[in-house]
Structures are given as structure tokens and as C-alpha cells.
T-cell receptor
Framework: GAGVSQSPRYKVTKRGQDVALRCDPI?????LYWYRQALGQGPEFLTY????????KSGLPNDRFSAERPEGSISTLTIQRTEQRDSAMYRC?????????????FGPGTRLTVT | GQQVMQIPQYQHVQEGEDFTTYCNSS?????IQWYKQRPGGHPVFLIQ???SGEVKKQKRLTFQFGEAKKNSSLHITATQTTDVGTYFC???????????WGAGTKLIIKP
């Protein structure tokens, strides 16, 4: 596609349920990032993939959060046993990482609400 | 860890007035990026600066990187309603590819 896509755009789930958020990056982009963004704040880093390798997961809040990118393209962020504090906008971004320019292209985000 | 301080948090201007946001770091930066996020939208990359004293322009937007590479600014001349949004600076760490984001400056056009 032309840009980064994320699905679903909105997800309402009950506390204790598991959710899976999908990111489809721009074709050919090596790097993929997951962020969480609270209203009125900047993106908060969660995890980073280089191709299929998860290079950095230092931003994942706890072990209920995990992410994978098995074929180096589509990525899934999974939150197990969701809690109300997990409610936020989850954003994915991809980057070509070439030529010294590291601009990140963001998807529209998934708005997660845990009730 | 690396932190980037961005000020002001908000700036209210009349349409046609100028707008400036600043980012500061206590340590030397290898690069700085600027993004714009419209209300309800996602961050969109504007520019990357890497050289000491670098100045780049995009129409009414002027981006500067300080001589010591510890600060950067974004200046908008003669703001228009299309400029409304939040402007973020972000620093890419060389060690692990993370982007460290400033808190953002929200540009508000007074009615």
C-alpha cells in the first residue's frame, strides 16, 4: 500500500481479555516501531524491529505486552489480560533507514479502550 | 537517559503572527527530527538536521540546529490555519535506534 496501515482502528475490549493489534508497514521498510501515545503527549517508545529481529523491547511496560514480526513485514502487538490502564492510542511506524535519513512514517493508530 | 526538553507547551497566536518552538538537551545531539501532528492525526515527518549550525527552510518554516548541537528551533512565519497542530522534536539515539520525543508544542490560532 501507499502508507502504513493499522487494524483495527478502534478496539473496545473488556478487562482481562487479550487483544492483537496489527501493523502493515510500507513495503521494503526495514525498521518497524511500536509506540503508545497518550492524549496531548508525544509518542512513547515500546519496541523496535529490524527486519524480523526484535532489537529493542525495553519500552514494553510489562510481560503482558509482546510483539512479533515473523517475516520481516507485518507486525502484531499483543496485550494479554488487558487492564484499564492499557487504554491508549497505539501507533506503528516504519522507516527505510538508508542514506542517513531515518524519517519514520506513522500509521493512523489503533485506539484501544479497555472497559 | 537522554531527554529532550521542548518549550513552550502551548502557543496561542493570531493568524498571521509568527510561531517558534524550541528543543534543548544537556548533551550533544547527533541529529534532531521535527514532526507535525494535526488534531486527530498521526505524526508526520518534516525534516532532519544533523550538522552544527544547520538552517533549513520549507516555505514559511525555518529549522535551526545550534552550533553546539544541543538545541534546535522551528520557526513559522505568518501562521495560517493550516499550521494548527502539535509540533514535536525527536532525537534518534545512535545506540539503539530509539527516537526520544519532546513533549510537543501545540500551535493554537486565536479566533
Amino acid at each position: 500500500g501507499a502508507g502504513v496501515s493499522q487494524s483495527p482502528r478502534y478496539k473496545v475490549t473488556k478487562r482481562g481479555q487479550d487483544v492483537a493489534l496489527r501493523c502493515d508497514p510500507i513495503s521494503g521498510h526495514v525498521s518497524l516501531y511500536w509506540y503508545r501515545q497518550a492524549l496531548g503527549q508525544g509518542p512513547e517508545f515500546l519496541t523496535y524491529f529490524n527486519y524480523e529481529a526484535q532489537q529493542d523491547k525495553s519500552g514494553l511496560p510489562n510481560d503482558r505486552f509482546s510483539a512479533e514480526r515473523p517475516e520481516g513485514s507485518i507486525s502484531t502487538l499483543t496485550i494479554q489480560r488487558t487492564e484499564q490502564r492499557d487504554s491508549a492510542m497505539y501507533r506503528c511506524a516504519s522507516s527505510l533507514e538508508q542514506g542517513g535519513i531515518y524519517e519514520q512514517y506513522f500509521g493512523p493508530g489503533t485506539r484501544l479502550t479497555v472497559t | 537517559g537522554q531527554q529532550v526538553m521542548q518549550i513552550p507547551q502551548y502557543q496561542h497566536v493570531q493568524e498571521g503572527e509568527d510561531f517558534t518552538t524550541y528543543c534543548n538537551s544537556s548533551t550533544t545531539l547527533s541529529n534532531i527530527q521535527w514532526y507535525k501532528q494535526r488534531p486527530g492525526g498521526h505524526p508526520v515527518f518534516l525534516i532532519q538536521l544533523v550538522k552544527s549550525g544547520e538552517v533549513k527552510k520549507q516555505k514559511r518554516l525555518t529549522f535551526q540546529f545550534g552550533e553546539a548541537k544541543k538545541n534546535s528551533s522551528l520557526h513559522i512565519t505568518a501562521t495560517q490555519t493550516t499550521d494548527v497542530g502539535t509540533y514535536f522534536c525527536a532525537v534518534r539515539l545512535d545506540s539503539n535506534y530509539q527516537l526520544i520525543w519532546g513533549a510537543g508544542t501545540k500551535l493554537i490560532i486565536k479566533p
